[in-house]
């Protein structure tokens, strides 16, 4: 049953696409500008995410040298 509702979906998503081509013209000015748009606002989410990244190596790195420093008092006291 699922092959035939993906097949289903996959017939009417082309059948759309392929209508709206046809109404909208992909190289006007106006759909450059809004790809323009939706790539800026992918760049913004994946600096979000690089940012996001780079703060939890941050803290990994701190609690990382944070247990190294104490497995040498340990070390020592032992």
Known sequence: MAGILAKLRIVGLGNLHELLDAI????SP???????????????????????AEGGLRTTREDLASAAQVGATLDADI
Not at 30 to 52: F, H, W
């Open 24 to 27: 909208v013209d992909l190289n």
């Open 30 to 52: 106006a759909a450059v500008k809004q790809y323009i748009r939706d790539l800026e606002g992918g760049i913004v989410q994946v600096t979000d995410a690089a940012n996001t």
